[in-house]
T-cell receptor, first 112, second 115 residues
Framework: TQLLEQSPQFLSIQEGENLTVYCNSSSVFSSLQWYRQEPGEGPVLLVTVVTGGEVKKLKRLTFQFGDARKDSSLHITAAQPGDTGLYLCAGESNQAGTALIFGKGTTLSVSS | DAGVIQSPRHEVTEMGQEVTLRCKPISGHNSLFWYRQTMMRGLELLIYFNNNVPIDDSGMPEDRFSAKMPNASFSTLKIQPSEPRDSAVYFC?????????????FGDGTRLSIL
């Protein structure tokens, strides 16, 4: 069974700080997606990374896919209160007919 | 464009009652997913459909849970009889593609409380 472990589980920081959250597995994934979920809403897709070593930037957010396609990281520069939410990673399995595999997420709280 | 629409947004009922959750996917999407989210277990896939056919229902907890997709624009998740441990937020999501691994668009969920 393929699993995605996310760390840390909870993170509370001050506005302006930098942070990195991680998504790790012992399995290889064809691609990996990152979602953000705000209270009372469903997850919303932020980015998809496909190639090992790939780096994608979305304003202050930088996403990296590990060279071996087993792990990924999300780095936020100068965090803002609007970044508060649950960050979920989801992996595309190599097995045909299987749905995305979601990690349990990192809950981020940014206070002003 | 309208996103995934779920109803009701909140449901409070007593144990033993039948609960029906509804979902309208994004028009043109051919994969539909039902998830359950709790603090303890995170986001769990219950079942997913492709072209209205159930592909993987291994996440359905037990026989009390059933899901149907009678057409491309509507799906239901039913719990009968409901139990307090079923209390959670239930999400429906849809995507386009043959595989179940394309980016998913989620509804805003149904918060279910079983007393």
């Amino acid at each position: 069974t393929q699993l995605l472990e996310q760390s840390p589980q909870f993170l509370s920081i001050q506005e302006g700080e930098n942070l990195t959250v991680y998504c790790n597995s012992s399995s290889v994934f064809s691609s990996l997606q990152w979602y953000r979920q705000e209270p009372g809403e469903g997850p919303v897709l932020l980015v998809t990374v496909v190639t090992g070593g790939e780096v994608k930037k979305l304003k202050r957010l930088t996403f990296q896919f590990g060279d071996a396609r087993k792990d990924s990281s999300l780095h936020i520069t100068a965090a803002q209160p609007g970044d508060t939410g649950l960050y979920l990673c989801a992996g595309e399995s190599n097995q045909a007919g299987t749905a995305l595999i979601f990690g349990k997420g990192t809950t981020l709280s940014v206070s002003s | 464009d309208a996103g995934v629409i779920q109803s009701p947004r909140h449901e409070v009922t007593e144990m033993g009652q039948e609960v029906t959750l509804r979902c309208k996917p994004i028009s043109g999407h051919n994969s539909l997913f039902w998830y359950r989210q709790t603090m303890m277990r995170g986001l769990e896939l219950l079942i997913y459909f492709n072209n209205n056919v159930p592909i993987d229902d291994s996440g359905m907890p037990e026989d009390r849970f059933s899901a149907k997709m009678p057409n491309a624009s509507f799906s239901t998740l039913k719990i009968q009889p409901s139990e307090p441990r079923d209390s959670a937020v239930y999400f429906c999501a849809s995507s386009f593609g043959q595989m179940g691994n394309q980016p998913q668009h989620f509804g805003d969920g149904t918060r279910l409380s079983i007393l």
